[in-house]
């Protein structure tokens, strides 16, 4: 076998697989993740919320299609994203409630960004990150779309949009109408 052969196959399998692999990427969303917990019941938890103090719970919620978003001060994304949730609540707030979870950071931070930023909606306080942990979060800021069952529907990844937040809502109050129709 010549020299120029034995280089051309392994570079020609090289680049087979490069351009398998660049076909398989194209047409995926890069920051797509599985998500395992998408039709099944929301983890159990018991918070304190930063508006009131008492302790909310997944049980107090069910009845109603919940918009749970997870949130920290120190990500710029989620500056962006708590007009369209304030939004949101004020103009959705009768088909769903909302839920705010600040994880991953300290109270006192927390509370000073709602003072300065609004919180018209229930703010909860995940200092120690064990109920992103158990919903599977993967960074900041995620919103879930959970039913009035406590199933969890949908998880939106980044900034929600108000195109978006208004389309999940909708399903969202579709369900529950039709699960309430249906008994």
């Known amino acids: 076998m010549s020299r120029k052969l034995m280089w051309a196959v392994p570079f020609a399998l090289l ?3 490069l351009v398998f692999v660049l076909a ?5 969303d ?3 993740v599985p998500f395992m917990l998408q039709g099944k019941p929301a983890p159990a938890f018991s918070l ?3 508006n009131t103090g008492e302790v909310m719970t997944l049980e107090k ?4 299609p919940v918009v749970m978003n997870f949130w920290a001060t120190y990500c710029g994304p989620c500056k962006l994203e708590h007009p369209v949730l304030e939004w949101g609540h004020r103009n959705l707030g009768q088909k769903a409630q909302f ?3 600040a994880f991953d950071d300290t109270e006192e931070n927390a509370r000073r960004y709602l003072a300065q930023n609004g919180a018209s909606f229930p703010q909860l306080l995940d200092e120690r990150g064990q109920l992103a942990v ?7 800021p995620e919103t879930y779309f959970i039913d009035a069952a406590g199933v969890i529907v949908h998880k939106h990844i980044g900034p ?3 195109e978006t937040l208004v389309g999940w809502v909708q399903r969202l109050a579709g369900l529950a109408s039709t699960s309430a129709g249906g008994r």
């Open 134 to 140: 158990e919903f599977g979060t993967t960074g900041v």
């Open 30 to 32: 890069p920051r797509s």
């Open 15 to 17: 680049a087979g697989v």
């Open 99 to 101: 839920v705010g979870v």
């Open 61 to 64: 919620l069910k009845g109603r």
């Open 48 to 50: 304190r919320s930063l």
């Open 24 to 28: 398989k990427g194209f047409g995926n």
């Open 160 to 162: 929600i949009d108000p």
